[in-house]
């Protein structure tokens, strides 16, 4: 099992190397390249390195998938299936285009719309949809009747990183969101109390996918419990996290629920964040 880890540990390091610091360095099969421009070099760059991930065991990675043709008879079924297409529940796709209907955007324009509000989707450069559709799970959780659970956040400067104790319990603040977020769709996409606060210290550079380790987060001890232990996909990200406890979790990772109303997380002086920086020597 430790020799697995290593192996996995190896190849995660050495993509990151390869891939995110230097674009198209991974030897990709020729009948991806051949005749094929830039922007689409690039989708099939990203298509196979998030493959390569999934089989890393990365089981809340996107399925992503290509667009070319999106099925449906009329422009709103489109958008739905483009929304679908790139990793969204269908009810969630359903309500963004309600939502963008109620703003006057109908027929043809209604998928070119989505499209744009997108952006470069294949490399996790949205234009505005991910808000859109954070805002339509926080209206379906509403009208599902989810509970709120509200947890506390300690400032990296309020609290010792050697004992895990609490030095300033004055700076801890409060954070509300519905069941079945996760800590990083609160810190990005929250619009409950404090929720924009917590984004302040939570970079979320890959966009929830479990492609990086800036959303840690540190649980306190008699919390952990109920958390749980992280995966062993979600212990080769950690490890490569800034200065990783006992007690850290990738926040992607921590769906909030009814047991989880009064959580306390500890938030890192730093992150180490993937796409700039690789942990180790080469």
């Known amino acids: 099992r430790a020799v697995e880890r290593e192996r996995r540990r190896t190849i995660l390091t050495n993509l990151r190397r390869t891939s995110m610091m230097r674009k198209m360095v991974i030897p990709l099969p020729r009948r991806f390249l051949r005749g094929r421009h830039h922007y689409q070099r690039q989708f099939y760059y990203f298509h196979y390195t998030s493959h390569l991930s999934c089989r890393l065991g990365n089981n ?43 703003s006057g955007i109908s027929g043809e324009s209604m998928l070119s719309m989505v499209r744009s509000m997108a952006g470069r989707w294949e490399v996790g450069e ?31 400067n309020a609290w010792d990183e050697e004992t895990c104790a609490i030095t300033n319990h004055d700076a801890k603040f409060s954070v509300l969101a519905f069941e079945g977020m996760s800590i990083t769709d609160v810190a990005k996409f929250g619009s409950g ?29 008699k919390w952990f419990d109920i958390v749980g232990n992280p995966e062993e996909a ?24 009814s047991t989880m109303n009064g959580l306390l997380l500890m938030l890192p002086k730093g992150s180490n964040n993937m796409m700039d920086n690789i942990p180790f020597d080469d």
Not at 203 to 217: E, K, R, W
Not at 234 to 257: F, H, K, T, W
């Open 234 to 257: 979600e212990q080769d990200m950690l490890d490569l996290a800034y200065n990783p406890q006992e007690c850290s979790r990738l926040g992607c990772q921590i769906v909030l629920d």
């Open 126 to 156: 949205d234009a505005g949809l991910e808000t859109l559709i954070a805002s339509v799970r926080e209206d379906l959780a509403r009208s599902e009747g989810k509970k709120e659970v509200k947890f506390w956040c300690v400032p990296s």
């Open 60 to 102: 809340r990675h996107r399925n992503f998938s290509r667009t070319s043709s999106i099925g449906g008879s009329t422009p709103d079924d489109k958008a739905i299936a483009f929304i679908v297409s790139i990793g969204h529940e269908r009810n969630v796709a359903e309500g963004v285009v309600k939502a963008l209907k109620s």
């Open 193 to 221: 109390e404090n929720a924009s606060v917590l984004g302040e210290y939570l970079d979320c550079a890959c966009s929830g996918i479990m492609a990086c380790s800036t959303c840690q987060v540190v649980v306190d001890k």
